[in-house]
């Protein structure tokens, strides 16, 4: 692994499934953080962490949740897919020191 | 509150031209980072470049130039001699430094270069 992979990469979901979406990375960053980007509406923060252990919310936290147990993973769960959820999700990790972000490829998730 | 303003939402330009990208910040803060990021059709995020607020120094890195003034709070982005290489959306950010480094972004500026 180099840098941050995240899956799957795409994914259509009936509304009312739950659904996690995978982020890891190998660079040993303290901060990671989850977004979503819809047309016009650029990059919006869903959860972040600036830690192993803990988590805060975003701009648009609803719907979602996340956890961190250890430094490289960030998994970002959707209990109960909604259609206004449909949208390409980023992870993005981040030494807090420094401050760039190095995002993952996205997640192309559609709810039907 | 932090806020990052791309005004431009969509340029359009013809191979060769010279085109600038603007980005416009607002914090209280004293101590923050501006960035760059380009997003190519094919959808990655790609760091360009991260600048601290101390240092108004402009840079260029082969084409590409930025120009970070305090006084208008801004942090322009320049491409000279575009290529149809350079059509993606650009992010400006904006991270304070210290405590959580929560960033905000721009709403982003899609650049179409035309062959």
């Known amino acids: 692994i180099a840098g941050i992979t995240q899956a799957p990469t795409s994914q259509i979901l009936a509304a009312g499934r739950r659904m996690t979406l995978r982020c890891t990375q190998d660079?040993?960053?303290?901060?990671m953080y989850w977004y979503r980007q819809d047309l016009g509406l650029g990059l919006r923060l869903i959860h972040y962490?600036?830690?192993?252990?803990?988590?805060g919310k975003g701009e648009v936290p609803d719907g979602y949740s996340v956890s961190r147990a250890n430094t490289d993973d960030f998994p970002l769960t959707l209990a109960s897919a909604v259609p206004s959820q449909t949208s390409v999700y980023f992870c993005?990790?981040?030494?807090?020191?420094?401050?760039?972000?190095?995002f993952g490829p996205g997640t192309r998730l559609t709810v039907l | 509150a932090q806020k990052v303003t791309q005004a431009q939402t969509e340029i359009s330009v013809v191979e060769k031209e010279d085109v600038t990208l603007d980005c416009v910040y607002e914090?209280?803060?004293?101590?923050?980072?501006l960035f760059w990021y380009k997003q190519p059709p094919s959808g990655e995020l790609v760091f360009l470049i991260r600048?601290?607020?101390?240092?108004?120094q402009n840079e260029i890195s082969g084409r590409y130039s930025w120009n970070f003034q305090k006084s208008t709070s801004s942090f322009n982005f320049t491409i000279t001699a575009s290529q149809v290489v350079d059509s993606a959306v650009y992010f400006c950010a904006l991270i304070r430094s210290g405590g959580s480094y929560i960033p905000t972004f721009g709403r982003g500026t899609s650049l179409i270069v035309h062959p």
């Open positions: 600048r601290n607020s101390f240092d108004e």
């Open positions: 993005a990790s981040s030494d807090s020191s420094e401050g760039t972000q190095y």
């Open positions: 962490s600036n830690t192993a252990g803990t988590t």
């Open positions: 914090t209280r803060d004293t101590t923050y980072y």
């Open positions: 660079m040993r960053h303290n901060a």
